[in-house]
Structures are given as structure tokens and as C-alpha cells.
């Protein structure tokens, strides 16, 4: 089944302690990107990714960090979180030809 | 940058009644997709309907049918015979390949 994986689904953190979230999708995609969804402000684009070891900043990058070493994967790290980075995650895919985005099932992230 | 401007916070409707969400973008390309994705509770990120910029006749899926205005750049989504089952956030985004936005999103109750 072709599909976008995000894990974990749900996370409790603490101030300061370094986090990764996963996504991987298997419908080789060239395009993949992370979103914080917040009530009233929509979806808003932290980074993307064209291909692989190519990442850009989108318009929330600040305090967070991702990697592409291979197609399939797209980690979102935290590396120091902060109570405003509380939000709903969410991870999609698409290729580069096509503009309809494949979306992961979320993860709701709590820094305290 | 695009941006993508959805007016209605939140809106209701009569079951089996008919209503429409405004959506209005900005973009200085001819080439774009516009999409209505729909979040119900679950947080699952669901593609109710495109539009391809190019194509002037409007798309519809079934009971979803939109309201493409290129000149003005207005996207709104008419919900026809409205279900409890669409009850749920709705969110307008624009697509040009290298950048997906979002809108602030319609919280949209269907009461029985």
C-alpha cells in the first residue's frame, strides 16, 4: 500500500531533550516536506526536500533540523525543543512531476 | 511568496443543505494545482477535490463540486446534500511543484 509513515504518533517531551520524529514514504518520491499545524494559522512549511541531500528552509525553520540521506527518508529533529514547538507534525510526499501531496497521519508533539 | 487566504473561521450548515468555503490566493505563476484537503477528528489529511490552473471547468467529485475563478483568484468549494460525515476542518492549498501553501483552515459542522 502506498503510503506516508510518521512515527511516533504521539510524543510527551521535556524542555531541552533532543528528538527525532520519522517519515518515510514508499512511493519513491522525489519531494518530501514537514508541516506544523497550529489552530488558526493552517499548515505552515518548515522544510523541504527536492531530492535527496538536497533540504531548504521553508517558513518556520527555526529550531528545528532534517536530513536526506536516502529517498525514502525525511527525519524532523529537534535538538532542543521548546514549548512553542508544541504543535501537530505533519510529514508529505510528492513527486517531483506531480503537485498532489501524500500526507503521513500526524504527530501531535507536547513539550513541557 | 504565495499565499493562500481562507476567510471563514469556522461555518455551519443544516444536514442535507448545501454550502460553500471561500478560498482566495495569491500568485504571480500561470501554472498551479489548487486542492480542497479535509481533516476530520482523526487528523488524517484527506484530498477532497484539485483544480488544475489550466483547465477551465470546474472539477467535481461527487457531492464536492468547486467554484474556480483564475481573474480573481477565488477557489471555493460548494458541499452539495451536506452528511454528519463532513463534518471536519477543511483547508485550501495551492501547489506550483516547488511550494505548497496552506490557508488557516474552515471548521465545518454539519447539524443534524
Known amino acids: 500500500e502506498a503510503q506516508v509513515t510518521q512515527n511516533p504518533r504521539y510524543l510527551i517531551t521535556v524542555t531541552g531533550k533532543k528528538l527525532t520524529v520519522t517519515c518515510s514514504q514508499n512511493?519513491?518520491?522525489?519531494?518530501m516536506s514537514w508541516y506544523r499545524q497550529d489552530p488558526g494559522l493552517g499548515l505552515r512549511q518548515i522544510y523541504y526536500?527536492?531530492?535527496?541531500?538536497?533540504?531548504d528552509k521553508g517558513d518556520v525553520p527555526e529550531g528545528y533540523k532534517v536530513s536526506r540521506k536516502e529517498k525514502r527518508n525525511f527525519p524532523l529533529i529537534l535538538e532542543s525543543p521548546s514549548p512553542n514547538q508544541t504543535s501537530l507534525y505533519f510529514c508529505?510526499?510528492?513527486?517531483?512531476?506531480?503537485?498532489?501531496?501524500?500526507f503521513g497521519q500526524g504527530t501531535r508533539l507536547t513539550v513541557v | 511568496a504565495q499565499t493562500v487566504t481562507q476567510s471563514q473561521p469556522e461555518m455551519s450548515v443544516q444536514e442535507a443543505e448545501t454550502v460553500t468555503l471561500s478560498c482566495t490566493y495569491d500568485t504571480s505563476e500561470n501554472n498551479y494545482y489548487l486542492f480542497w484537503y479535509k481533516q476530520p477528528p482523526s487528523r488524517q489529511m484527506i484530498l477532497v477535490i484539485r483544480q488544475e490552473a489550466y483547465k477551465q471547468q470546474n472539477a467535481t467529485e461527487n457531492r464536492f463540486s468547486v467554484n474556480f475563478q483564475k481573474a480573481a483568484k477565488s477557489f471555493s468549494l460548494k458541499i452539495s446534500d451536506s452528511q454528519l460525515g463532513d463534518t471536519a476542518m477543511y483547508f485550501c492549498?495551492?501547489?506550483?511543484?516547488?511550494?505548497?501553501?496552506f490557508g488557516a483552515g474552515t471548521r465545518l459542522t454539519v447539524k443534524p
Open positions: 492549498a495551492f501547489n506550483n511543484n516547488n511550494d505548497m501553501r
Open positions: 526536500s527536492m531530492n535527496v541531500e538536497v533540504t
Open positions: 508529505a510526499s510528492k513527486p517531483s512531476q506531480g503537485y498532489e501531496a501524500f
Open positions: 512511493m519513491n518520491h522525489e519531494y
